[in-house]
């Protein structure tokens, strides 16, 4: 079956670093597009940040220039480094998984990022 592992959350002062690796499963890795959303608290799952298989990427305005998100397809791992981390970026965040948009995603567990001020 399909599995997205997330790892590499945690908690971290403003202004520091954090590299989220999710690992996939039971999926032809390298024709998907993957994507890392968040959820904060009380809030809608927003979408982060998109990589295609092309390696075209696509990032929410908010965190521009801060994160970069790319794939190693021979490890069937996407990841997600993100910098000058701000308390606002406080979230569980979640590794998605999609062949094409008339299909459902495949998503992870989620890992929690808590960003202090």
């Known amino acids: 079956q399909v599995q997205l592992v997330e790892s590499g959350g945690g908690l971290v002062q403003a202004g520091g670093s954090l590299r989220l690796s999710c690992a996939a499963s039971?999926?032809?890795?390298?024709?998907?597009?993957m994507g890392w959303y968040r959820q904060a608290p009380g809030k809608q799952r927003e979408l982060v940040a998109s990589i295609r298989s092309d390696e075209d990427t696509n990032y929410s305005d908010s965190v521009k220039g801060r994160f970069t998100i790319s794939r190693f397809n021979a490890k069937n791992t996407v990841y997600l480094q993100m910098n000058s981390l701000k308390p606002e970026d406080t979230a569980v965040y979640y590794c998605?998984?999609?062949?094409?948009?008339?299909?459902?995603?495949?998503w992870g567990q989620g890992t929690q990022v808590t960003v202090s001020s």
């Open positions: 998605n998984a999609l062949r094409n948009p008339f299909v459902r995603p495949f």
């Open positions: 039971g999926i032809i890795f390298n024709v998907y597009t």
